[in-house]
């Protein structure tokens, strides 16, 4: 196989089987690497023996995120799959990824159309992927982005490995757009194609404080990546969400200051190719999802 499919877990045992058992049907037969964050032994004890796991990896500790670049580093395919423990890719998708990431060289992250619950409805993110603003490259599949699902897209393993991962400062939240800046700016194209399909089953599970967290992690990487005006714009947004009682925003406002230190540590501007292309996703309409996350 040329793509492995990494899945991130924690406390959600039968929705995790579901979505092994989704994997272990495709035609394609993926190695899956699970990485659980879990508390105790529940998952492991319920996912023992599943013939779509080639490696069940437990870090000591709660990894959010970043337990995507743990599954990375263990995978033995040139690319890698992401999957949450409630999604999972439709049959060919994975094939035909792996077609496109052999083809373009450059290519280092594909984004895929997400399709949610039973009835496959179009994630909003999609539209806006569809929609994007920045020009067609020749030398890349679909249409050129700064953003993606975390839970539907395919990286070329080396790509991502050099962009570094997913940024251990956010850690879960809307961690999408750095990453797809950092390899944009490392020189690696980042795809929308929407023949790639992944399905999302979100429902009943407990999102509280993805909101939270999401307002954060906007501000950190604006700090991290972007020009000093666009974080002040950011950061008097989020000052301006706390003031008038925006639900979460207070949290998040405190999270970001307490943050900000590590932040500025950490900078590291865009090249003004890459800065350009983000400055062109700022003068999207107010109220569509961002690129990255869907929010």
Known sequence: ????????????????????????ALPERPPVIVVDNSRDDTTRRAVAGHPAIARLLRPPANTGALGRNLAVRHADTPYVA?????SWWEPGSLARAADLLDEHPRLGLLAARTLVGDQGVEDPLN??????????????????????????????????????GYHPL???????????YDLAAAGWGVAYEPSLRARHHPEGHDRTGRSFL??????LTT?????????????????????????????????????FPAALAR?????????????LLDREPPGRPRQGTGQ
């Open 127 to 164: 539209a806006v992927l569809a929609d994007s603003p920045l020009p067609l490259e020749p030398d890349l599949p679909g249409r050129p982005v700064l953003g993606f699902l975390g839970c539907a897209c395919v990286v070329r393993r080396e790509a991502f490995l050099s962009a570094g």
């Open 267 to 279: 900078r590291r501007p865009l090249p003004p190719r890459v800065e350009h292309a983000a400055g």
């Open 1 to 24: 196989p040329r793509v492995t499919v990494a899945v991130i877990t924690r406390d959600r045992s039968a929705s995790l089987v579901r979505t092994l058992d989704a994997l272990a």
């Open 82 to 86: 992401f999957s949450d423990d409630d």
């Open 214 to 219: 999401v307002r954060r992690n906007h501000v």
């Open 170 to 180: 956010l850690f879960f939240g809307g961690e999408e757009t750095l990453l797809a």
């Open 223 to 259: 700090c991290l990546r972007r020009p000093w005006p666009v974080v002040l714009r950011a950061g008097a947004d989020l000052a301006l969400a706390a003031a008038t009682g925006r639900p979460g925003a207070r949290r998040a406002l405190k999270e970001t200051v307490a943050r």
